[in-house]
Protein backbone atom coordinates (compact mmCIF):
# COMPACT_ATOMS: atom_id res chain seq x y z
CA UNK A 1 0.00 0.00 0.00
CA UNK A 2 1.58 3.34 -0.95
CA UNK A 3 2.23 5.69 1.51
CA UNK A 4 -0.28 8.61 2.49
CA UNK A 5 0.47 12.11 1.37
CA UNK A 6 1.46 14.27 4.19
CA UNK A 7 -0.85 16.81 3.05
CA UNK A 8 -3.62 13.87 2.89
CA UNK A 9 -2.94 13.27 6.45
CA UNK A 10 -3.27 17.20 7.51
CA UNK A 11 -6.34 17.87 6.05
CA UNK A 12 -7.37 15.05 7.85
CA UNK A 13 -6.60 15.89 11.05
CA UNK A 14 -7.48 19.13 10.88
CA UNK A 15 -10.91 17.90 10.16
CA UNK A 16 -10.86 15.94 13.01
CA UNK A 17 -9.53 18.53 15.29
CA UNK A 18 -12.65 20.95 13.46
CA UNK A 19 -15.41 18.05 14.65
CA UNK A 20 -13.76 16.71 17.84
CA UNK A 21 -12.27 20.20 19.25
CA UNK A 22 -13.45 23.28 17.32
CA UNK A 23 -12.34 26.72 17.71
CA UNK A 24 -10.40 28.10 20.72
CA UNK A 25 -11.75 30.74 22.50
CA UNK A 26 -11.76 34.52 21.07
CA UNK A 27 -9.00 35.99 23.11
CA UNK A 28 -6.50 32.81 21.80
CA UNK A 29 -7.44 32.34 18.42
CA UNK A 30 -5.16 34.02 16.15
CA UNK A 31 -7.81 34.93 13.32
CA UNK A 32 -9.15 37.31 16.27
CA UNK A 33 -5.86 38.72 16.37
CA UNK A 34 -5.69 39.66 12.84
CA UNK A 35 -9.45 41.31 13.54
CA UNK A 36 -7.74 43.39 15.71
CA UNK A 37 -4.79 44.23 13.35
CA UNK A 38 -7.43 44.96 10.35
CA UNK A 39 -9.46 47.29 13.29
CA UNK A 40 -6.10 48.96 13.96
CA UNK A 41 -5.43 49.30 10.45
CA UNK A 42 -8.67 50.87 9.96
CA UNK A 43 -8.71 53.25 12.60
CA UNK A 44 -5.78 54.68 11.50
CA UNK A 45 -6.24 54.94 7.67
CA UNK A 46 -6.61 57.76 5.91
CA UNK A 47 -10.30 57.42 4.92
CA UNK A 48 -11.06 60.87 2.92
CA UNK A 49 -10.79 61.27 -0.98
CA UNK A 50 -10.05 57.91 -3.21
CA UNK A 51 -6.42 57.53 -4.17
CA UNK A 52 -4.69 57.76 -0.14
CA UNK A 53 -7.63 55.21 1.14
CA UNK A 54 -7.49 53.04 -1.92
CA UNK A 55 -3.35 52.94 -1.98
CA UNK A 56 -3.32 52.35 1.77
CA UNK A 57 -5.61 49.72 1.60
CA UNK A 58 -4.09 48.34 -1.42
CA UNK A 59 -1.07 48.23 0.35
CA UNK A 60 -2.24 46.84 3.69
CA UNK A 61 -3.81 43.44 1.68
CA UNK A 62 -0.50 43.22 -0.38
CA UNK A 63 1.51 43.17 2.80
CA UNK A 64 -0.58 40.59 4.58
CA UNK A 65 -0.56 38.64 1.84
CA UNK A 66 2.83 38.34 1.75
CA UNK A 67 3.25 37.73 5.67
CA UNK A 68 0.81 35.41 5.32
CA UNK A 69 2.31 32.75 2.94
CA UNK A 70 5.64 33.65 4.73
CA UNK A 71 4.38 32.33 7.80
CA UNK A 72 2.87 29.88 5.91
CA UNK A 73 6.23 28.99 4.61
CA UNK A 74 8.35 29.44 7.90
CA UNK A 75 6.19 26.48 9.64
CA UNK A 76 5.79 23.85 6.84
CA UNK A 77 10.07 24.32 6.73
CA UNK A 78 10.08 24.38 10.85
CA UNK A 79 8.02 20.98 11.22
CA UNK A 80 10.04 19.53 9.02
CA UNK A 81 12.50 19.17 11.77
CA UNK A 82 9.60 17.84 14.25
CA UNK A 83 9.53 13.74 14.30
CA UNK A 84 6.58 12.19 12.77
CA UNK A 85 3.22 12.57 13.34
CA UNK A 86 4.39 15.49 15.48
CA UNK A 87 4.92 17.33 12.77
CA UNK A 88 2.04 16.68 11.00
CA UNK A 89 -0.49 17.32 14.05
CA UNK A 90 1.19 20.64 14.23
CA UNK A 91 0.27 21.74 10.45
CA UNK A 92 -2.94 20.44 11.16
CA UNK A 93 -3.88 22.43 13.94
CA UNK A 94 -2.47 25.60 11.95
CA UNK A 95 -4.80 24.55 8.80
CA UNK A 96 -7.92 24.15 11.36
CA UNK A 97 -7.07 27.86 12.48
CA UNK A 98 -8.34 29.13 8.81
CA UNK A 99 -11.58 26.83 8.92
CA UNK A 100 -14.64 26.66 11.33
CA UNK A 101 -17.60 23.92 10.19
CA UNK A 102 -18.43 23.18 13.65
CA UNK A 103 -18.37 27.01 14.75
CA UNK A 104 -20.44 27.94 11.58
CA UNK A 105 -22.79 25.12 12.58
CA UNK A 106 -23.09 26.52 15.99
CA UNK A 107 -23.76 30.16 15.41
CA UNK A 108 -26.92 28.48 12.84
CA UNK A 109 -27.88 26.90 15.59
CA UNK A 110 -27.79 29.60 18.24
CA UNK A 111 -29.74 31.54 16.10
CA UNK A 112 -32.47 28.67 15.53
CA UNK A 113 -32.78 27.74 19.36
CA UNK A 114 -34.83 31.28 20.17
CA UNK A 115 -36.78 31.06 17.06
CA UNK A 116 -37.95 27.66 17.34
CA UNK A 117 -38.92 28.09 20.94
CA UNK A 118 -40.51 31.70 19.50
CA UNK A 119 -38.45 34.36 20.69
CA UNK A 120 -37.85 36.15 17.80
CA UNK A 121 -36.26 39.21 19.45
CA UNK A 122 -33.61 37.11 20.60
CA UNK A 123 -33.14 35.17 17.73
CA UNK A 124 -32.56 38.38 15.51
CA UNK A 125 -29.70 39.32 18.82
CA UNK A 126 -28.02 36.42 18.13
CA UNK A 127 -28.44 36.60 13.95
CA UNK A 128 -26.97 40.05 14.41
CA UNK A 129 -24.08 38.67 16.70
CA UNK A 130 -22.93 35.63 15.17
CA UNK A 131 -24.15 35.92 11.27
CA UNK A 132 -25.11 39.32 9.93
CA UNK A 133 -24.25 42.41 9.99
CA UNK A 134 -27.07 43.77 8.65
CA UNK A 135 -30.18 45.37 10.56
CA UNK A 136 -32.12 42.64 12.52
CA UNK A 137 -34.62 44.23 14.69
CA UNK A 138 -37.49 44.77 12.35
CA UNK A 139 -37.32 41.03 10.55
CA UNK A 140 -39.98 38.65 10.91
CA UNK A 141 -39.27 35.30 11.76
CA UNK A 142 -39.00 33.84 8.04
CA UNK A 143 -36.72 36.45 7.50
CA UNK A 144 -34.75 35.57 10.56
CA UNK A 145 -34.48 32.20 9.01
CA UNK A 146 -33.37 33.32 5.60
CA UNK A 147 -30.80 35.02 7.12
CA UNK A 148 -29.93 32.56 8.78
CA UNK A 149 -29.45 30.84 5.76
CA UNK A 150 -27.75 33.02 3.27
CA UNK A 151 -25.29 33.33 6.26
CA UNK A 152 -24.47 29.19 6.38
CA UNK A 153 -24.81 28.62 3.10
CA UNK A 154 -22.34 31.77 1.76
CA UNK A 155 -19.55 31.03 4.43
CA UNK A 156 -19.99 27.42 3.34
CA UNK A 157 -17.62 28.84 0.91
CA UNK A 158 -16.08 31.51 3.05
CA UNK A 159 -15.28 28.99 6.36
CA UNK A 160 -14.81 25.55 4.87
CA UNK A 161 -14.26 24.72 1.17
CA UNK A 162 -11.86 27.87 -0.05
CA UNK A 163 -9.47 27.47 3.22
CA UNK A 164 -9.30 23.98 2.20
CA UNK A 165 -9.08 24.18 -1.40
CA UNK A 166 -5.80 26.92 -1.29
CA UNK A 167 -4.50 24.33 1.55
CA UNK A 168 -4.66 21.91 -1.83
CA UNK A 169 -3.35 23.93 -4.09
CA UNK A 170 -0.64 25.67 -1.75
CA UNK A 171 -0.23 24.01 1.21
CA UNK A 172 -0.62 26.31 4.26
CA UNK A 173 0.68 29.37 2.28
CA UNK A 174 -2.71 29.26 0.51
CA UNK A 175 -4.56 28.58 3.29
CA UNK A 176 -2.87 31.59 5.54
CA UNK A 177 -3.09 34.03 2.72
CA UNK A 178 -7.13 33.22 1.73
CA UNK A 179 -8.06 33.59 5.45
CA UNK A 180 -6.36 36.91 5.54
CA UNK A 181 -7.87 38.20 1.92
CA UNK A 182 -11.12 36.82 3.13
CA UNK A 183 -10.91 38.29 7.03
CA UNK A 184 -10.00 41.58 5.88
CA UNK A 185 -12.47 41.54 2.80
CA UNK A 186 -15.12 40.96 5.73
CA UNK A 187 -14.36 44.26 7.78
CA UNK A 188 -13.30 46.53 5.06
CA UNK A 189 -15.14 45.09 2.00
CA UNK A 190 -18.10 47.69 2.50
CA UNK A 191 -19.60 50.60 0.19
CA UNK A 192 -19.66 53.63 2.67
CA UNK A 193 -18.18 56.38 3.22
CA UNK A 194 -15.16 55.40 5.09
CA UNK A 195 -14.53 51.91 3.46
CA UNK A 196 -15.45 52.40 -0.23
CA UNK A 197 -11.98 52.86 -1.14
CA UNK A 198 -10.30 51.99 2.07
CA UNK A 199 -11.77 48.02 1.32
CA UNK A 200 -11.60 48.05 -2.72
CA UNK A 201 -8.59 45.93 -2.88
CA UNK A 202 -9.53 43.95 -0.05
CA UNK A 203 -13.39 43.34 -1.74
CA UNK A 204 -11.75 42.92 -5.46
CA UNK A 205 -9.02 40.31 -4.72
CA UNK A 206 -11.45 38.46 -2.37
CA UNK A 207 -14.07 38.28 -5.68
CA UNK A 208 -11.02 36.91 -7.51
CA UNK A 209 -9.98 34.21 -5.30
CA UNK A 210 -13.22 33.32 -4.29
CA UNK A 211 -14.26 33.19 -8.56
CA UNK A 212 -13.59 28.76 -8.24
CA UNK A 213 -14.36 27.62 -4.87
CA UNK A 214 -17.66 29.39 -4.90
CA UNK A 215 -18.99 27.59 -7.95
CA UNK A 216 -17.42 24.13 -6.46
CA UNK A 217 -19.51 24.86 -3.05
CA UNK A 218 -22.91 25.49 -4.97
CA UNK A 219 -22.00 22.13 -7.07
CA UNK A 220 -21.16 20.02 -3.81
CA UNK A 221 -24.01 21.47 -2.21
CA UNK A 222 -26.45 20.63 -4.99
CA UNK A 223 -24.70 16.61 -4.60
CA UNK A 224 -25.46 16.98 -1.40
CA UNK A 225 -29.10 17.46 -2.39
CA UNK A 226 -28.58 13.79 -3.51
CA UNK A 227 -28.79 12.49 0.26
CA UNK A 228 -31.20 15.51 1.60
CA UNK A 229 -33.36 15.92 -1.90
CA UNK A 230 -33.84 18.40 -4.08
CA UNK A 231 -30.87 17.74 -5.91
CA UNK A 232 -32.52 18.92 -9.38
CA UNK A 233 -34.17 21.65 -7.94
CA UNK A 234 -31.18 23.01 -6.27
CA UNK A 235 -29.58 22.62 -9.48
CA UNK A 236 -32.31 24.59 -11.49
CA UNK A 237 -32.44 27.39 -8.71
CA UNK A 238 -28.42 27.76 -8.88
CA UNK A 239 -28.91 28.18 -12.62
CA UNK A 240 -31.78 30.75 -12.92
CA UNK A 241 -30.69 32.90 -9.70
CA UNK A 242 -26.45 32.53 -9.08
CA UNK A 243 -26.34 36.03 -10.91
CA UNK A 244 -29.11 37.77 -8.56
CA UNK A 245 -26.66 39.52 -5.83
CA UNK A 246 -24.29 41.96 -6.21
CA UNK A 247 -21.08 39.85 -5.35
CA UNK A 248 -20.17 37.79 -8.15
CA UNK A 249 -19.67 34.82 -5.73
CA UNK A 250 -21.85 34.83 -3.03
CA UNK A 251 -25.25 34.02 -5.40
CA UNK A 252 -23.99 30.96 -5.98
CA UNK A 253 -24.14 28.67 -2.61
CA UNK A 254 -26.91 30.51 -1.35
CA UNK A 255 -29.10 30.40 -4.51
CA UNK A 256 -27.76 26.40 -4.25
CA UNK A 257 -28.76 26.22 -1.05
CA UNK A 258 -32.29 27.86 -1.81
CA UNK A 259 -32.98 25.20 -4.78
CA UNK A 260 -32.15 22.32 -2.39
CA UNK A 261 -34.25 23.07 0.90
CA UNK A 262 -36.71 24.42 -1.19
CA UNK A 263 -37.08 27.91 0.28
CA UNK A 264 -37.14 31.70 -0.87
CA UNK A 265 -34.08 33.32 0.24
CA UNK A 266 -34.82 37.37 0.43
CA UNK A 267 -32.95 40.01 1.72
CA UNK A 268 -34.90 43.05 1.00
CA UNK A 269 -34.00 45.40 -1.41
CA UNK A 270 -31.33 43.35 -2.64
CA UNK A 271 -31.90 39.85 -4.09
CA UNK A 272 -34.63 37.03 -3.99
CA UNK A 273 -33.35 33.90 -4.37
CA UNK A 274 -35.64 31.02 -5.26
CA UNK A 275 -38.50 32.86 -5.98
CA UNK A 276 -41.93 30.86 -5.87
CA UNK A 277 -40.68 28.96 -3.32
CA UNK A 278 -42.49 28.57 0.25
CA UNK A 279 -40.73 31.04 3.01
CA UNK A 280 -38.27 29.58 5.66
CA UNK A 281 -39.19 28.29 9.02
CA UNK A 282 -37.19 27.69 11.70
CA UNK A 283 -36.62 23.92 11.00
CA UNK A 284 -35.13 25.14 7.94
CA UNK A 285 -32.20 26.12 9.84
CA UNK A 286 -31.05 22.76 10.74
CA UNK A 287 -31.51 21.44 7.53
CA UNK A 288 -29.26 23.91 6.40
CA UNK A 289 -26.57 22.78 8.99
CA UNK A 290 -27.30 19.42 7.60
CA UNK A 291 -26.22 20.80 4.11
CA UNK A 292 -22.87 22.33 5.59
CA UNK A 293 -21.83 19.35 7.15
CA UNK A 294 -22.67 16.91 3.95
CA UNK A 295 -20.56 19.80 1.85
CA UNK A 296 -17.75 20.13 4.24
CA UNK A 297 -17.52 15.85 4.12
CA UNK A 298 -17.60 16.43 -0.32
CA UNK A 299 -15.00 18.67 -0.02
CA UNK A 300 -13.02 16.51 2.18
CA UNK A 301 -13.55 13.68 -0.37
CA UNK A 302 -12.82 15.74 -3.45
CA UNK A 303 -9.59 17.57 -1.88
CA UNK A 304 -8.53 14.18 -0.69
CA UNK A 305 -8.80 12.26 -3.97
CA UNK A 306 -6.85 15.31 -5.36
CA UNK A 307 -3.86 15.01 -2.42
CA UNK A 308 -4.03 11.57 -3.12
CA UNK A 309 -3.13 11.81 -7.16
CA UNK A 310 -0.78 14.33 -6.67
CA UNK A 311 1.30 11.91 -4.27
Not at 129 to 154: C, F, K, N, P, Y
Not at 214 to 227: D, P
Not at 254 to 263: D, F, Q, T
Request: aromatic fraction near 8%; include cysteine.
Amino acid sequence: MPELPAPFVVLWIALALDVLVGDPPNALHPVAWLGRVIGWFYRHAPKQGRAMPFFAGTLFVACGVVAGAALGVGLEFWTRWLPQPLNLIVQAMVLKLTFSVRGLVRAGHAVLSPLAGGDLAAARRELSRHLVSRETASLGESQVAAAAIESVSENANDSCVAPLVYFAIAGLPGALAYRFINTCDAMLGYRDAEREWLGKAAARIDDVVNLIPARLTAALMVSAGTILGGAARGMQIWFRDRRLTASPNAGHPMSAAAGVLGVELEKVGHYRLGAGQRLPVAGDIARAEWLLRLTAALTAIVLSLVLFWRG
